[in-house]
């Protein structure tokens, strides 16, 4: 019996001389063994960073802002990991098509400014558009291709969100507008005499919609100054007002078409109506399973590395390679 005491303290003692395993420094976490970069890790922070208003960059700014960069870091390798193991690729010529996109977003010769800025190069940019399509089509496959909204669900949020879909009442309306009292009365005269409002617009009036003879398009009460609404709301289609002054000027009014207030039918927006539920449920479905992913993983965070990131280090940061 001794000896078997002798044994186990032997063994406990050795045990406790075993070097402490030491995690790599410039790991931030592992996901199921491939790592998070430090280097990465603090460059995305570093754009967190930038964006963040007044410019901040103490550690307790930056700690939310750490924590859930982490999360998204985390899940997108996940994410990535679940592609590969489906055999999920694109094609050089799907990734160039996106990064064409996304440089025809601005104007000419400020695209590749706005890369210097936020520090990617090109490189990094076609790497991070190549996994951001792989993503979207794992989704696409897995998991929205399982999703559809019904006829019953449209229905009752039609029924439940019956304000979104009343239209007050609208009128379809033109103006003139000039400087002096006395101008907008030998306009109005020249419309008595059966000249063509639109035409006297184009030629008199100084606001912005005279090149379209003064055609304000349809609006509701509330979208124009209430000294439009006072006059418009009343004429009759066909109408024309008398002078009315407003800080903008002298105005001649004439309506062209009136809506009534109404409710649109179902008809008119279930497909709008379908969309919006089919954000709905394809954002809690991609929730789903991250999560799922996130259950079945082995995540290790190396907490030394996370802590040590302070952000002071972020200022002057190469851009990525």
């Not at 993983?297 to 907490?303: C, D």
Request: glycine share 6%; with cysteine; hydrophobic share 40%.
């Amino acid at each position: 019996m001794l000896w078997r005491v002798t044994c186990v303290l032997l063994l406990a003692t050795a045990c406790s001389r075993q070097p402490k395993q030491t995690q790599d420094p410039n790991v931030i976490a592992t996901v199921n063994g491939e790592p998070v970069e430090r280097d990465d890790f603090e460059k995305q922070l570093a754009r967190e960073a930038q964006a963040m208003e007044g410019g901040a960059r103490t550690p307790e700014q930056l700690a939310p802002y750490k924590q859930a960069l982490l999360d998204t870091m985390v899940d997108h390798l996940l994410v990535l990991q679940a592609a590969r193991t489906a055999a999920v690729t694109v094609t050089s010529e799907e990734v160039d098509r996106r990064v064409l996109a996304l440089g025809s977003e601005y104007p000419a010769g400020s695209f590749d400014e706005a890369l210097a800025q936020s520090q990617t190069s090109r490189a990094a940019l076609v790497r991070s558009t190549r996994e951001a399509l792989i993503i979207e089509k794992l989704f696409q496959q897995q998991v929205f291709s399982r999703l559809a909204v019904t006829e019953e669900q449209i229905r009752s949020y039609y029924d439940e969100h019956a304000d979104e879909y009343a239209e007050p009442e609208q009128v379809h309306a033109q103006q003139i507008v000039v400087k002096g009292l006395d101008e907008a009365r030998r306009i109005q005269q020249q419309l008595w005499q059966g000249k063509k409002f639109s035409d006297l617009a184009r030629r008199f009036s100084l606001s912005a919609d005279a090149k379209v003879g003064g055609d304000l398009g349809f609006f509701a009460r509330g979208t124009m100054p209430p000294a439009f609404d006072d006059v418009v709301f009343k004429l009759s289609v066909g109408g024309t007002s008398e002078v009315v002054s407003t800080d903008y000027g002298f105005h001649l009014f004439r309506v062209l078409e009136k809506k009534p207030a109404r409710k649109r039918e179902l008809n008119d927006v279930r497909a709008v109506i379908e969309q919006k539920l089919l954000v709905g449920l394809r954002t809690d479905a991609q929730r789903a399973f991250t999560e799922g992913l996130r259950a079945k993983a082995q995540v290790v965070i190396n907490t030394e590395a996370f802590q040590a990131v302070t952000g002071h280090s972020l200022a002057g940061q190469s851009p990525e390679p």
